[in-house]
Every structure is written in structure tokens, then in C-alpha cells.
């Protein structure tokens, strides 16, 4: 009986726990929370059962309470809220939520996801961010860090509420969610907009001062202040005729508006807003101003004065009315014209063209002067006038034949190539000094020539073949008419001709003065000069003068009865001969052909090129003569002795226009 043992508890730890006296067999008898207390230390005796005194002995027995995955994770708020600028890069962490569990060990360890709210996927969240927490019961406490993954817009999303779940490492895990508020703040990163890049307007020039022109939009799309938006005019509007609400961005007028002055206008405004730095956008404003008739007929001159002749037709023309209109189109012409007084007799009749003209035959003995006050009527709305005033003489019929001086043309042309163009001009004239001279030209002739007429100019079409026409021309004063002998001599040039040429060039003379006092007599005197037989034919080819001088080059070969040509060193002797009685007609300022003039080089081993310009022909009128011919250029080649072997210099002689 003294071997037998008997256990208690001297501790039952508030009555947590029972022992079995016999076994020693320690057992539960209430739920445990590890939670509230984590570990036990009861006291157990063993006793044995002598009838004497009996013997004991203690012993401690810790007892530690396990942990099960019992409590969830629990944040340390159950709502969140940061405020953002939209400019914060990605990457850039805004806020950690932290949330916490009772549990240790793996059923402790919380790991962060994004539930909800992310749906644009602007932000991550870091799952789990260590941190040392001596406060905790884990040696470490996560965090979840909430950063920005893409860029940010304040103007497409301005709040995001995001779902945040914290989730324990238990099993089954247990977790929890708190709501992660992000509030975006603006910033200047928008320029304002305005609805158009280019805006029309049209405004009547007879505006008000404070009229409203256009109304301009803009808009930005940051929040205020950063897109409050103010308007000005920057450049266009350089008479400050127009100004523009800084707020409203109504363009108005400024000043008094003229049409006829300033038509348009090109008005860059700018919108400029709020923000630091202030940003901006520019719109073309285009204003038309539209015309109003505020400006009357204007004759030119102020008043006329024109005479008539005795026994004219009726319907003969004494003047042609000269009316403009500085308002637009469709408020000047076409005018209306009318005779408001001094035509009582109906002696004259205005047409709506605005020409004076006869209505009766006139004599000189019965009324020698009227005076007339016509009016010009714009087309406007409400119409403008003005008024003239025309003094009409009427004068003795014409009494004297006109007068003309026979013209010869000569024109010298490569083979086929003539353009045509003005050739030369007739000079007419009349004793009778209020005669008008009109020129005309048979019929038959008009698919060659043509001769304009009021001036006289005579003018050759395209192609004209080699050979002499005669022009059968007239000068009409209205009474009488009267031929004028016109010649045109057409001349074609070979190319081999070019290659035998010979330039005179002559001291202070004019082409016209050449052609008109000098041609005839220094031809003659030239053919006597140089020509072997009386049927060689000498070609003046072109004359043109000298750039930058009085000088005046006339550039000519001679022909041979048989078709060939002169030699230029031939040329050049006979003219070296005769040099001295050809000064006695023209100054003679130098000979130049293919050889140099030995200042280029000192052995004159020199070639000269000509190339004639069939298409720009040079037109030298006078009175009686007309020279027309192509212009012609030269460039001269030098292989001088001094230089390497085979080196060429070229040299471009001064009557060059143009270098080859």
C-alpha cells in the first residue's frame, strides 16, 4: 500500500485543467485561447497511500497552448485616404496599408493584393514590405506599399477607391479588406484649346464701335485655377481696331472701320491660362469687312474739256468718261450715266459705257460751245453720284491731208525660228491738231502682219518667211485717208554664216542713231571696202550695244556670189586698209574677230564662239528705218603659250549679257 501513488493538482490554472489519480493522466477541462494566454504552469503532487505518515513530492508542468489559424487579419484603419499629383511618376510609392493578425507563425504572416478599384491598373501594391516591429509578437510586421504603375491623368480620372485584402498564411487563410481612397490633384500640364484653329468672320464697315465680331472658344482641360483661361490680340491688328474680352473671348470693335482702306483683317489671339508655368494656344481670327456704299462715283479728271468737229456723223465719239469707285464690286460698276443739263437741244447722247457721243451734225457757224453737267450713278445700295462738268468745242472740219513717212523694215531671222513681235511703228501726222489719225491694214494681209490702230506699231506674226513684203497701209483722219509705203525685208541666216563673222565696233553712237542716220551710208561705204565682185552680197546680222558703254557693235559677213563666205582674216585686212575712210562716216573703236586683241594673249592664239538668240529679238525703230534683230553673245577661247601644255583660258567679251 505505501507503493501506491496518488496524483492532485495543486494548481488547476483557474480550473483549465484536471488530473486522473491514478493514471496522472493531465486533461482539458475548459476551451483555451492562446490568443489570451499562450502557456500554463500547473503544480502536480504525487502522494503515496502509507497509513503512517505519508510521503509527497511537487512537480511543475508547463503547458503550452498551440496556435490554429483562429483570427483573421485586421487592418489598422478600416479606410484609407492620400491625396496624389497627377504628375507623380510610376514607380513612386503613395501610401502602405498595414493590417495585423493574433495569429503567429505562418497563420501571422499577411500578404496585400488589389481586390477591386484597379481596374485601369494605375497602381500595384507591393504584397508583403518587411518591416522590424519589436512591438509584435512576430519578430516582423508586413506592410502592403501602394505605388503607381502608369501614368496618371487628373483630366480622365480624378478618384480611385481601391478594395485592399489583407490574407493570412493559414489554413484555410483568413483575411480581411480595408477601402484605399486616391485623390488626384491638378497640374498645369493642359494648354487651353481653342475650338477651331481658324475662325472667319465678316463685319460691315459701318459697325459700331462695341459691336460684337466672333465669339472665340477655348477651352483647357486642368481644373481651376491651373484652367481659368484669359484672351488677348498678339499681333494683326496693328491699328488697335479691334479688342478681345480677356474672359469671354468676344472680339469686338474697337474703332471705326474702312473698307476701302483696310479690306481685312488676320488677327492672331492668344489663350493663355492660369497655371505656373502658364501655358497657351494661338487662333487665327480672319475678319472680312464687307463694303457699304459710302464712296460716290470719282471722274477722272474732275471736268473735261473736248471738241467736235463740223459736219461728223452722228455718233461720232468726243469723249470717253473715265469713273472709278473705291467701294467693292458690286457697289461701284458698272455705273449709269446721264446728261443733267446743257444738252437741251439734245445735240449729244452719253452711253451707258460712259462715251460721249454726237447726236446731230454739227456746224461751226450756228453754236461754237456747250457746256454740260453729266452724272455717274454707282450700283450700290442706296446709290451714290457724283457730277462733271464737259466743255465742247466745236471746231472747222478737218482741212489738211495727214502726213506719213514711208517705213522700211528690215528683219534678220535664223532660218525658220521668228517668233514675231512688234517690228516698227509708222509716224503719222496732222496739221490740223484736233484730228484723231486711226491706221488700218488691207485684209488680205492680216494672217502676216497686223498694225494697231491707234499707235501705228506694226507687228509680224510667227514664221515669216525670206523675202520682201510690201504693206499696203493707210492714216485716216476721218476725212481723208492716206497710203503709207511700208517695206519689211525678211532675211534668214545660215549657221556658216556665224563662223565667218566680223564685229565693228563703233564709238558713242545709239542703235536708233545708227539705224536711222548711219546704216544706209556705212553700208555703202562697208560693201566698197571689202567686196572683191559687185555680186557678193555683205549681211549685217545683228547690232547690239556694249554693256556698260556708248559703244555699239555691229556684227556682218559678206557672201560670195557663190554661196560661200568671206574668211574673217580677210575681212579684218581689207577693213585694216580702208580703216581710215570708214572713220570719215563712223568712229571706229575696234575690229574684233576670231584672233585676240593681243591683251589676252601674247601669242593671239585665241578662238571665238558666237551663238545668236533667235528668240530675243532686239527692235530698233525710227522714223523711216526699223532694224530688227536677234541678239547675240560671245565667248572667246585663248591657248596661249605661256600657260601648261594644252591649258585653255576663256575670256567672255564685253557685249556679253549673259555668260555661256
Not at 514664221?463 to 534668214?492: A, M
Request: glycine share 6%; net charge negative.
Amino acid at each position: 500500500i505505501n507503493r501506491k501513488v496518488v496524483y492532485s493538482l495543486a494548481d488547476s490554472a483557474d480550473g483549465y485543467f484536471s488530473i486522473d489519480s491514478s493514471s496522472g493522466i493531465i486533461m482539458l477541462e475548459q476551451p483555451l485561447d492562446r490568443e489570451q494566454q499562450s502557456s500554463y504552469n500547473i503544480s502536480v503532487q504525487a502522494a503515496d497511500q502509507s497509513p503512517g505518515q505519508a510521503l509527497s513530492s511537487l512537480a511543475t508542468v508547463t503547458i503550452t497552448v498551440l496556435d490554429i489559424n483562429d483570427n483573421p487579419p485586421v487592418f489598422e484603419r478600416r479606410d484609407y485616404l492620400v491625396t496624389v499629383p497627377e504628375d507623380t511618376s510610376p514607380g513612386t510609392q503613395v501610401l502602405a496599408v498595414f493590417a495585423t493578425s493574433k495569429d503567429i507563425g505562418t497563420n501571422a504572416e499577411i500578404t496585400y493584393l488589389i481586390r477591386s478599384g484597379n481596374e485601369q491598373e494605375k497602381f500595384r501594391i507591393n504584397p508583403k514590405t518587411g518591416k522590424a516591429a519589436p512591438f509584435c509578437s512576430s519578430p516582423f510586421f508586413f506592410q502592403g506599399g501602394i505605388s503607381v504603375s502608369e501614368v496618371l491623368d487628373y483630366e480622365l480620372c480624378r478618384k480611385f477607391y481601391l478594395v485592399v485584402e489583407a490574407k493570412d498564411g493559414g489554413t484555410p487563410a483568413l483575411s480581411a479588406v480595408a477601402t484605399v481612397s486616391i485623390n488626384l490633384t491638378d497640374v498645369n500640364d493642359n494648354p487651353p484649346m481653342f475650338s477651331q484653329d481658324v475662325y472667319s468672320a465678316v463685319i460691315s464697315e459701318d459697325a459700331l464701335v462695341g459691336d460684337s465680331v466672333i465669339l472665340l472658344i477655348a477651352e483647357d482641360a486642368d481644373s481651376p485655377p491651373n484652367g481659368q483661361i484669359r484672351f488677348s490680340i498678339v499681333s494683326g491688328d496693328r491699328d488697335n481696331e479691334f479688342a478681345v474680352d480677356p474672359l469671354l473671348g468676344l472680339v469686338k470693335v474697337k474703332k471705326k472701320l474702312d473698307r476701302e482702306r483696310v479690306s481685312g483683317y488676320s488677327l492672331i489671339v492668344q489663350a493663355v491660362d492660369s497655371g505656373i508655368p502658364a501655358m497657351s494656344s494661338t487662333a487665327t481670327v480672319n475678319i472680312d469687312i464687307s463694303d457699304v456704299n459710302d464712296n460716290s462715283p470719282v471722274f477722272t479728271p474732275a471736268n473735261y474739256t473736248a471738241v467736235i468737229q463740223e459736219n461728223k456723223p452722228v455718233g461720232t465719239s468726243i469723249l470717253q468718261l473715265v469713273v472709278t469707285d473705291r467701294d467693292s464690286f458690286h457697289n461701284g460698276p458698272p455705273f449709269s450715266f446721264s446728261v443733267l443739263s446743257g444738252n437741251e437741244e439734245e445735240a449729244f447722247m452719253l452711253d451707258s459705257h460712259g462715251i460721249l457721243r454726237s447726236a446731230v451734225v454739227f456746224r461751226h457757224t450756228e453754236s461754237l460751245e456747250y457746256v454740260l453737267c453729266v452724272q455717274a450713278r454707282d450700283s450700290g445700295k442706296p446709290q451714290q453720284v457724283s457730277h462733271s462738268y464737259i466743255r465742247v468745242r466745236v471746231i472747222e472740219e478737218s482741212i489738211h491731208k495727214p502726213t506719213a513717212i514711208p517705213l522700211e523694215i528690215f528683219i534678220v531671222t535664223m532660218e525658220d525660228d521668228f517668233p514675231g513681235g512688234v517690228i516698227g511703228k509708222i509716224h503719222a501726222t496732222d496739221q490740223d491738231v484736233y484730228d484723231v489719225l486711226t491706221f488700218a491694214l488691207k485684209s488680205e494681209q492680216k494672217s502676216l502682219f497686223k498694225v494697231n490702230s491707234h499707235d501705228g506699231k506694226i507687228i509680224a506674226l510667227g514664221g515669216l518667211d525670206s523675202g520682201k513684203y510690201v504693206l499696203n497701209v493707210s492714216v485716216s483722219d476721218g476725212r481723208f485717208q492716206v497710203p503709207i509705203d511700208v517695206v519689211v525685208h525678211v532675211e534668214q541666216l545660215v549657221h556658216e554664216m556665224l563662223q565667218n563673222t566680223v564685229t565693228i565696233r563703233f564709238e558713242n553712237v545709239s542703235p536708233e542713231d545708227f539705224v536711222g542716220l548711219h546704216m544706209h551710208g556705212f553700208r555703202r561705204t562697208l560693201r566698197n571696202a571689202v567686196l572683191t565682185q559687185k555680186q557678193d552680197s555683205l549681211h549685217i546680222i545683228s547690232i547690239q550695244p556694249v554693256a556698260g558703254t556708248s559703244e555699239l557693235d555691229m556684227l556682218f559677213a559678206v557672201e560670195t556670189h557663190n554661196s560661200e563666205f568671206y574668211k574673217p582674216a580677210y575681212l579684218i585686212q581689207k577693213l585694216s586698209n580702208a580703216r581710215r575712210h570708214l572713220e570719215n562716216v563712223m568712229r571706229i573703236s575696234a575690229i574684233l574677230e576670231k584672233n585676240c586683241s593681243g591683251l589676252d594673249c601674247q601669242e593671239q592664239h585665241c578662238e571665238q564662239g558666237l551663238s545668236l538668240d533667235s528668240h530675243a529679238l532686239m527692235t530698233y525703230s525710227t522714223a523711216r528705218i526699223s532694224f530688227v534683230c536677234p541678239r547675240f553673245y560671245r565667248n572667246v577661247r585663248c591657248t596661249c603659250n605661256g600657260m601648261r601644255a594644252g591649258g585653255n583660258a576663256f575670256l567672255a567679251d564685253a557685249t556679253n549679257v549673259q555668260d555661256l
